[in-house]
């Protein structure tokens, strides 16, 4: 069944990768396994992890099963709080989403980061990362086709972006590249 992902865990081998690959290839058996761990072994979560200066293990894998286990949907208690403030493990959210090659895990993004999108000055780190995410979900290879309300959408997000901290030489590129993503499926008249 999943016989290298009990061997990785069980050697210590195991690296965020392998728990993203569970996520791509929709590996829901995978989280018994996960559960278990995460308690057997002690992995770090993220407050722990900055301490011991490990890797959390426990938050990848809580993400990861959040997701195997309900989607996209699944993943939004770790994206926003009750009382809808951006917590810590939204950027985890992200990094798996990024990996998710296709059009659904766009309006996931719209979807579980609405109001970071209609106002980016809300978390500047986080809209900066979610930025990122579009430019590498858009600008490599498969491309996706995304809706025209959704890429219109997401130009907005990116100019308010820009005006706010498009003097960041970083931020200005990262954007740039992300708005270049959003035009490459845009049918030539």
């Not at 072994?41 to 099963?65: H, M, N, Q, R």
């Not at 719209?110 to 590498?136: C, G, H, M, T």
């Not at 030489?169 to 993503?181: E, H, P, S, V």
Request: net charge negative.
């Amino acid at each position: 069944m999943l016989n290298y992902l009990t061997n990785k865990i069980e050697n210590n081998l195991l690296e965020v990768e392998d728990l993203i690959d569970l996520a791509i290839n929709s590996k829901e058996e995978a989280v018994p396994i996960l559960k278990d761990s995460i308690n057997r072994y002690g992995w770090d979560d993220i407050e722990s992890s900055e301490e011991t200066k490990k890797v959390p293990l426990a938050t990848w894998s809580l993400v990861i099963i959040a997701y195997l286990e309900g989607g996209y949907d699944g993943l939004k208690k770790y994206v926003i709080s009750d009382g809808g403030e951006y917590i810590n493990t939204a950027r985890f959210v992200l990094a798996v989403l990024s990996e998710i090659r296709n059009k659904d895990t766009i309006k996931s993004i719209i979807r579980l980061f609405d109001s970071l999108i209609e106002s980016p000055e809300i978390n500047q780190v986080l809209a900066k990362k979610v930025i990122s995410s579009i430019n590498s979900l858009l600008s490599f290879p498969p491309f996706i086709n995304i809706d025209n309300d959704d890429r219109e959408l997401l130009r907005n997000f990116m100019h308010k972006y820009l005006v706010l901290y498009g003097t960041e030489r970083d931020d200005k590129y990262t954007t740039f590249c992300a708005l270049r993503g959003l035009e490459i499926w845009i049918p030539l008249s």
